[in-house]
């Protein structure tokens, strides 16, 4: 079992930034292939950006390429978003998951957190 802890949500101006954490703990991190996603209301779930375990493979969502870094520090069970030159539209919650199979933005993770809300105003 692995349990994720997601935070670093907020408020935003359109523009700003902001970088989301997620630690991990329960099972040996560096095992597992990582994901950010997000949901906005009334929309599906939808992938925003993966990263193998040992960082090699990393694939983002098309909108978020060169505004999102996704990263990981296995001696600290965290992987990160940062995220910059925020947008309305990045406004959801966002969640990250576990899987010990890299399977990038497939959304059959086996872990999920329970999310951090971001919010960017115009």
């Known amino acids: 079992q692995v349990q994720l802890v997601e935070s670093g949500g907020g408020l935003v101006q359109a523009g700003g930034s902001l970088r989301l954490s997620c630690a991990a703990s329960?099972?040996?991190?560096?095992?597992?292939?990582m994901g950010w996603f997000r949901q906005a209301p009334g929309k599906e779930r939808e992938f925003v950006a993966a990263?193998?375990?040992?960082?090699?493979?990393?694939d983002y969502l098309d909108s978020v390429k060169g505004r999102f870094t996704i990263s990981r520090e296995n001696a600290k069970n965290t992987v990160y978003l940062q995220m910059n030159s925020l947008k309305p539209e990045d406004t959801a919650v966002y969640y990250c998951?576990?899987?010990?199979?890299?399977?990038?933005?497939?959304?059959?993770?086996?872990?999920w957190g329970q999310g951090t809300q971001v919010t960017v105003s115009s």
């Open positions: 329960g099972r040996t991190f560096r095992n597992y292939a």
């Open positions: 990263i193998s375990w040992s960082g090699s493979r990393i």
């Open positions: 998951a576990a899987k010990t199979l890299y399977v990038g933005r497939a959304l059959n993770y086996d872990y």
